[in-house]
């Protein structure tokens, strides 16, 4: 039996024209966990640092998600693996969790409407990251640019996020979309 791997929002068409308010569906992001000892912390961030080309959140002492959106997620995988060798734990949550980038001049007033948290570019600053709930739905949640965010959510809630996200995005004529990427996460 051959299995094919589905994005859980591959049904969903996209917007006819992108506005300046837009949410992107990357097609493939390779995600990993990363769980290490608190005493190893440390060694853990220095290794993510020396690494450059990927994106670490945040998830609970010792604990971070490693984004790449270049790499397949085997060879991410195994590239922690070893990076991190003997110091922390790494498990692939590619198939297992979704991306969705919220991005435009009311990303903050978009999601004001769902997370209880204070989006102030003075308070929640870029690179910083948490996990909330964005409605009644958890998700690590990431500012990764001025006016762009990013959400990390479950795969079996992808879609229940995405029409929240709509909804809330409705009133700014929020647009919708895949973006490319790496054709097969193999």
Not at 128 to 139: D, T
């Amino acid at each position: 039996m051959s299995f094919q791997s589905r994005h859980p929002l591959e049904g969903k068409a996209g917007s006819a024209v992108r506005a300046v308010d837009h949410l992107e569906i990357p097609r493939s992001v390779a995600i990993a966990t990363v769980l290490s000892r608190l005493s190893d912390a440390a060694m853990v961030v220095a290794g993510f640092a020396a690494a450059g080309d990927l994106t670490m959140r945040n998830v609970a002492p010792g604990e971070w998600l490693v984004l790449s959106h270049v790499e397949r997620a085997v060879n991410l995988e195994r590239r922690l693996a070893a990076l991190l060798a003997d110091i922390a734990e790494v498990v692939d949550q590619s198939e297992g969790r979704v991306l969705l980038r919220l991005s435009g001049p009311n990303a903050r007033r978009i999601l004001a409407k769902g997370v209880a948290v204070d989006l102030d570019p003075s308070v929640f600053t870029v690179g910083q990251s948490a996990n909330l709930r964005c409605g009644h739905i958890a998700v690590n949640f990431a500012r990764s640019g001025e006016n762009e965010f990013e959400l990390i959510v479950f795969r079996s809630f992808a879609e229940s996020l995405f029409e929240d996200l709509l909804a809330m995005g409705r009133e700014f004529d929020l647009s919708y979309g895949f973006s490319g990427g790496l054709a097969d996460q193999g």
